[in-house]
């Protein structure tokens, strides 16, 4: 008997079909760690940023230009002024963010008192009242002279500060005064640093 032609397709080239599957098979492998490192990415710098940055935050180092010292006139009335810097995350930036305020006072030719604005008992903002001569937080009452020590006399009574307002350190370079900013823990009667 005689082979008689068929009318069925031709059978694929085996060896052909199987390097098409592998090479799908790996490329949806490579696409799948591609996504797997993306999605790890984001969370990797968020943790490893603070690690390895060196940024203004980086040891307690933050000094603040506030002004020329002839800003400042000698056994003038302390003078508010609120630090502000570029605030950065993992995610975004706020540029020129208040970090906090500082008061200077000019006591001498060349001597400063900067006191800081944040109230020792439970952090609020600290205001100077110059009909008093005094500082006074207005979330409880705190009162401090304008030396930054405890007030006597403060409006409730007792004196709920736990110490005397925080006193930061300066400098000044060529005619500018600077201050080294530096958060300390609020109620508590030691200085304690915080981030």
């Known amino acids: 008997m005689a082979d008689r032609p068929t009318n069925d397709p031709p059978v694929p080239d085996a060896p052909r079909d199987l390097s098409r599957r592998r090479f799908l ?3 949806a492998v490579g696409a799948g760690a591609c996504v797997g ?3 790890l990415a984001a969370p990797t710098a968020m943790v490893l940023t603070p690690l390895v940055s ?3 935050g980086a040891a ?3 000094w603040f230009r506030v002004g020329p010292l002839s800003a400042f006139p000698v056994g003038g009335p ?3 002024i609120v630090l502000r ?3 950065h995350d993992a995610w975004m930036t706020v540029k020129n963010a208040p ?3 500082v008061f200077v006072q000019r006591t001498g030719e060349t001597e400063l008192a900067v006191l800081s604005g944040v109230c020792p008992h439970l952090g609020c903002a600290i205001g100077y009242r110059a009909d008093g001569d005094r500082f006074q937080c207005p979330c409880h009452g705190a009162a401090f002279a304008r030396d930054g020590s405890l007030a006597a006399d403060a409006g409730a009574s007792p004196n709920p500060a736990p110490r005397p307002m925080d006193a930061l350190s300066w400098r000044v370079r060529g005619d500018a005064v600077e201050v080294r900013w530096v958060r300390y823990r609020p109620g508590t009667a030691a200085q304690e640093e915080i981030a």
């Open 25 to 27: 098979g790996r490329a």
């Open 37 to 39: 490192a993306g999605l």
């Open 54 to 56: 060196d940024g203004p």
């Open 60 to 62: 307690g180092e933050r």
């Open 78 to 80: 302390p003078t508010r």
């Open 85 to 87: 810097a570029d605030q």
């Open 99 to 101: 970090v906090g305020s």
